[in-house]
């Protein structure tokens, strides 16, 4: 990584208009690389946003082929819906959850778990993670 200069101008707006851009204002800064498209591990992020109304999104990485599952259960333990099931390929991946269940229908207020179960095609390597989430109407 190396150094490189930017260079700012600022503007201030407020109900009366925008005023003109400022002096120069001078930053040094790290570049920062681009993401690899294939993760070097397995991973389950957090959902964004959380607490969230009424769609969120859950993002995991798969380093190689693997077979995914990724499910939402309520409190007490009981499948919600089964967002993921099934053969993927090496990748950054996201699911957007609308809060329905199976059937199509709104679930209530509350907290939810979601959990994802992936198993390397190649390796056999086992993956599990599990997270909280929380719906608020």
């Known amino acids: 990584m190396g150094w490189d ?13 925008e005023s003109g851009p400022s002096n120069t204002a ?7 690389k681009a993401m690899p498209a294939i993760p070097p591990t397995y991973s389950l992020s957090p959902n964004f946003p959380n607490p969230f109304n009424p769609v969120t999104t859950l993002r995991f990485g798969l380093p190689e082929h693997a077979d995914v599952t990724l499910v939402v259960y ?9 967002l993921a099931d099934g053969p993927m390929e090496p990748a950054y991946h996201q699911v957007v959850w609308d809060s329905r269940d199976s059937a199509g229908r709104p679930v209530p207020t509350g907290v939810y778990i979601y959990r ?3 198993t390397g095609l190649d390796s056999g390597e086992r993956f599990t ?3 909280k989430m929380v719906l608020l109407k």
């Open 5 to 17: 200069w930017l260079e700012y101008y600022v503007t201030a707006v407020n109900p009366l208009g």
């Open 26 to 32: 001078s930053a040094t800064g790290y570049l920062l």
């Open 74 to 82: 309520d409190l007490v333990g009981r499948e919600v819906i089964r």
């Open 116 to 118: 994802i179960i992936a």
């Open 129 to 131: 993670q599990t997270r």
